[in-house]
């Protein structure tokens, strides 16, 4: 057995103390083998002047699209996609995915992110992104049949279903799958009738923006006289397995169902402020017991990937949705980027207790806006920054240290999403 101590430490427990206490890793197993006291381990991790939190869980998001930060900003959903994003994305090649997959992952090893959710095409490339940087993933290929002939959304279906099966347990188990339909209303009724059986059959867990805007709500309501989650309901599409992105527009009834279906709600609390979507009722759906986790969405539409910043914008627009400054505490924000997302996600990641997979960050403390230390999870939730993560552990592997990634070379990473996206804009322009 090979092992790796992080020591000198304090460490976030899951009941949301904190204790100074080292770490022992099994990297064979990729687990945790103990919390405490004077541990040695083959390998060391220097965790003086640092907190030791479980991993971040980005909930959902569209990892290639780091290639296109910044390509469109300040437009509602519908124009953004419409007018600007689903052409460029026309004219994104397998290596340009490759490169903003590779972009969008080295960003999230250096802000403490081990496993993300991710819908978006050409997922092959996005999961030898993974297999490569060493981080869990659950991927899907994103289904879109409106303005398609029946025989393209077919073939789009198909492929969602073919590649959740295909990458199911993928890179040792750390990539899992989800059939992933785009919305409620981007893919037909039909294809859903279809295929969710067929991917319930398969034990295939089920993803897809829901209720994100009111404009995706209205028509659902006028044509089917039901709000979207029953609708999804009735289609089978909610599930305890399952996970929607947004929840934004959910009404009391719509909170009930996915409390007792047990489906989780991975809430992008960057991407609905920028869009102007609107505010989810955090709160509300926590006290309903929902399970909720935290994503980024992708970086067109945040415009970054790290989870600390959506810890603190989740707190912030929580209690404005809530008109009370106690909803959504630090405490849960904490939560919703660690447990929160991995419960959603099916995945056992999110917490540091023994047994549990050793997926961690390290971060340092030793800077004026985290001085002085009243309440380190106070910290987590509204001062701590990506650049403060020193190191990033992934299924007992170091994937970074000292701030140097170790599994993917960081300086020609940048330079081919660089060249890809110039290459892109000319393309575009022509
Ligand atoms: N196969 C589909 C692609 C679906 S992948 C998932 C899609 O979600 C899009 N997307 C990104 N952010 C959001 C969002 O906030 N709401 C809805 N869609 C989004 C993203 O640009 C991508 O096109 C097709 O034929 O276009
Ligand atoms: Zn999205």
């Excluded at 381990?41 to 869980?57: I, K, N, Q, R, Y």
């Amino acid at each position: 057995m090979t092992t790796l101590a992080i020591t000198g430490g304090r460490v976030l427990l899951p009941d949301a103390t904190i204790t100074r206490a080292d770490v022992l890793i099994d990297q064979d197993a990729g687990e945790i083998l103990q919390i405490g006291p004077d541990l040695d381990g083959d390998e060391t991790l220097d965790g003086s002047d640092a907190l030791v939190t479980p991993g971040f869980v980005n909930g959902h998001c569209h990892v290639a699209m780091s290639l296109l930060r910044g390509y469109a900003d300040d437009k509602p959903l519908e124009n953004w996609l419409r007018e600007d994003i689903w052409p460029a994305e026309a004219q994104l090649t397998d290596e340009d995915i490759r490169a903003g997959a590779e972009l969008g992952v080295l960003e999230m090893i250096k802000s403490g992110t081990t496993a993300f959710a991710d819908m978006y095409f050409e997922v092959p490339e996005i999961a030898a992104a993974v297999e490569e940087a060493g981080v869990r993933a659950r991927l899907g290929h994103g289904i879109v049949t409106v303005a398609k002939d029946e025989e393209e959304a077919r073939e789009d279906a198909e492929t969602s279903l073919e590649i959740a099966r295909e990458y199911d347990g993928a890179a040792d188990g750390r990539i899992s799958a989800a059939f992933m339909p785009h919305s409620l209303t981007t893919v037909g009724e039909e294809y859903l009738a279809e295929y969710v059986p067929r991917a319930r059959e398969a034990g295939i867990p089920i993803h897809y923006h829901a209720n994100e805007t009111s404009e995706e709500v209205t028509p659902i309501v006028e044509e089917r006289g039901v709000r979207p989650l029953a609708y999804a309901a009735e289609k089978g599409m909610l599930d305890s397995q399952d996970f929607v992105a947004h929840g934004v527009h959910v009404d009391e009834s719509e909170i009930q169902l996915l409390a007792e279906a047990g489906t989780g709600v991975i809430h992008c609390p960057a991407s609905n402020m920028k869009l102007a979507s609107g505010m989810a009722p955090v709160q509300r759906m926590l006290e309903a017991g929902v399970t909720v986790g935290l994503g980024t969405d992708g970086a067109a539409s945040n415009n970054d990937l790290s989870m600390l910043d959506e810890a603190r914008d989740a707190a912030m627009l929580g209690k404005l949705a809530a008109e009370d400054a106690s909803a959504v505490p630090a405490e849960s924000v904490v939560e919703l980027v660690t447990r929160g997302s991995a419960d959603a996600l099916g995945l056992e990641s999110g917490r540091l207790e023994q047994g549990a997979p050793a997926d961690l960050a390290v971060i340092d403390l030793d800077a004026p806006h985290l001085t002085p230390r009243y309440d380190l999870v106070s910290h987590l939730a509204y001062a701590a920054a990506a650049s403060d993560v020193r190191h990033t552990v992934c299924d007992g592997r170091v994937l970074m240290r000292d701030r140097e990634v170790l599994t993917l070379e960081e300086a020609s990473v940048l330079s081919r999403a660089r060249e890809a996206a110039a290459d892109l804009r000319t393309r575009l322009e022509d």
